[in-house]
């Protein structure tokens, strides 16, 4: 996964995004984030400012303080901020990896470096097949 000049953080992302799977199974919420999915579809992950911020707090806390976070929350919102959170960190081990492109124009004519940098992000996308960020699949 890891090719260059990011080291290994495309694949500390994957395992990150893995333990947030394995938490919607730990907090027994997993069949209710299906649920929700199966219900609201892509809307579960269209979020405001606010949506979005909890999502990326969530993301960088230690496992324990995200055990500690969700405590108190009822099944279906722990469930719909664990899969908010696994949803963004997908996208940006998603971002690394496109960004992993952008190390083989170093010695490229600049004509060549903005053709091959504008093909590949006019090509870009940054989501999750969110299928795969609600359900165990291939995804590992």
């Known amino acids: 996964m890891a090719k260059t000049g990011l080291g290994r ?4 992302m994957h395992s990150l995004a893995g333990e947030l799977d394995n938490l919607l199974d730990e907090l027994e919420v997993r069949a209710v984030g299906v649920k929700l999915f199966d219900s609201k579809g892509a809307a579960l992950f269209n979020m405001d400012g606010e949506e979005v911020a909890k999502a990326l707090k969530f993301l960088k806390q230690t496992p324990s303080q995200r055990l500690k976070a969700v ?3 009822d099944a279906a919102a722990a469930a719909t901020l664990v899969l ?20 083989y124009v170093v010695g ?6 903005a053709e091959y940098s504008a093909s590949h992000a006019l090509k870009a996308n940054f989501h999750p097949d969110l299928a795969k960020v609600v359900r165990r699949s291939s995804y590992w």
């Open 9 to 12: 953080y495309p694949l500390e």
């Open 71 to 73: 405590a108190k929350m």
């Open 108 to 113: 490229m004519g600049y004509r060549q470096a």
């Open 84 to 103: 908010r959170a696994r949803y963004v960190c997908m996208m940006g081990e998603n971002a690394m990896e496109f960004a992993e492109n952008f190390f």
